[in-house]
């Protein structure tokens, strides 16, 4: 953990561990739509009431810009197909979460999966990131968190 994260207000740790059962519910509902329709179906919805909370959330607390001095950068070409991934993981968790892994297996899975390419990612500085050697720690928790996600896999309720 960086010294920024140990100094940060509370509300962003409050924020973040939100997300994760906002995760869960989407994956939840994304499922259901799957169900009864297909994934494609699923995926095209979520992004498309997305589309509509998200215009509705700029309407709500956009405030105008002040102009800035001088040309602001622009963004990287690949940080344009965020969509992309976004969609898949809605495609692939609509259908994992009506597969036997059911809704506990799927986000330990994902969440297994996020990590091992987080530490990945930081190690090898993809998409722009700062280099940043994993330390014992980093290691041993991505080692808890995939025994974590095996153990929910393995030996849940859901278990086979």
């Known amino acids: 953990m960086t010294t920024e994260a140990r100094n940060s207000h509370p509300i962003y740790f409050v924020g973040a ?3 994760g059962g906002l995760l869960t519910f989407m994956v939840h509902l994304n499922g259901e739509l799957a169900r009864y ?3 494609l179906f699923s995926s095209w919805t979520a992004h498309g009431t997305g589309i509509i909370a998200a215009v509705i959330l700029l309407l709500v607390v956009h405030r105008r810009r002040r102009p800035t001095v001088g040309k602001t950068p622009n963004a990287p070409w ?3 197909f965020g969509g992309i991934s976004g969609a898949a993981t809605v495609i692939l968790t609509s259908t994992a979460v009506n597969s036997p892994l059911g809704l506990s297996g799927t986000l330990a899975l994902g969440l297994a999966g996020q990590v ?3 530490v990945a990612a930081d ?3 993809l998409f722009g990131l700062p280099k940043r050697r994993p ?3 980093d290691i041993a928790a991505l080692g808890l968190v995939v025994t974590g996600a095996a153990l929910i896999i393995l030996f849940g309720r859901g278990a086979a």
């Open 17 to 19: 561990f939100a997300t």
């Open 37 to 39: 329709g297909n994934p």
């Open 78 to 80: 690949w940080a344009y």
């Open 116 to 118: 091992v390419f987080s």
């Open 123 to 125: 190690s090898w500085g």
């Open 135 to 137: 330390d014992r720690r």
